[in-house]
């Protein structure tokens, strides 16, 4: 079965880099999210992307995220200049349009240290 | 506005046992979806089931069953003779009819004891 897929699995990084993570959805779906998990809490929604342009961001996604499509296959997020407080579990998700069950990645662990 | 309660922060049951998790929702939309996902000590969060606001029939799927009433607002989550692998946190989570964003409740922990 097709599934969406995130690397790296853990990021460690200082306070102030900038991080790329980075995700494949599954190869026919056209909506692609960023999610996002501090550890313990509940999953919160950051950003949706469709037909290359963002199509919803909540207020947690502020100047410091950007998303991106870079060729046919791959939807990253970047965070310019990383937090303490940015570190969380980072979840990709891809459907095939808003009537279709959100297929989940196994989630990039990212360490702000 | 959405909103899903998950009232249960943690429960713990003995092996075998049946267990329901409990999910409240709020919306003002006439059609919305609703969905459970179960997120296993590995962190990957596994879709278990996806309802629309239309459908109010009970699903059962193996050991897990799903009750949805629209006239309390609520789409619990049975588990029947549960297993230690059970063992994980579930989110019930809504969305809005062609509003695919999906908001998440803050999660169930369920431990299953041996």
């Known amino acids: 079965e097709p599934e969406v897929t995130q690397t790296p699995s853990h990021q460690v990084t200082q306070m102030g880099q900038e991080v790329i993570l980075r995700c494949v959805p599954i190869?026919?779906?056209?909506?692609f999210y960023w999610y996002r998990q501090i550890l313990g809490q509940k999953v919160e929604f950051l950003v949706s992307?469709?037909?290359?342009?963002?199509?919803?961001k909540s207020e947690i996604f502020d100047d410091q995220f950007s998303v991106e499509r870079p060729d046919g296959s791959n939807f990253t997020l970047k965070i310019r200049s990383t937090k303490l407080e940015d570190s969380a579990m980072y979840f990709c998700?891809?459907?095939?349009?808003?009537?279709?069950?959100?297929?989940f990645g196994n989630g990039t662990r990212l360490t702000v240290t | 506005a959405q909103k899903v309660t998950q009232a249960q922060t943690e429960i713990s049951v003995v092996e075998k046992e049946d267990v329901t998790l409990d999910c409240v929702y709020e919306t003002r939309d006439t059609t919305y979806y609703l969905f459970w996902y179960k997120q296993p000590p590995s962190g990957e969060l596994v879709f278990l089931i996806r309802r629309n606001s239309f459908d109010e029939q009970n699903e059962i799927s193996g050991r897990y069953s799903w009750n949805f009433q629209k006239s309390t607002s609520s789409f619990n989550f049975t588990i029947t003779a549960s297993q230690v692998v059970d063992s994980a946190v579930y989110f019930c989570a809504h969305s809005m009819n062609r509003d695919d964003k999906i908001i998440f409740g803050k999660g169930t922990r369920l431990h299953i004891l041996p």
């Open positions: 992307f469709y037909n290359n342009e963002i199509s919803e």
């Open positions: 998700a891809s459907t095939d349009g808003p009537d279709s069950p959100l297929h």
């Open positions: 190869s026919n779906h056209l909506y």
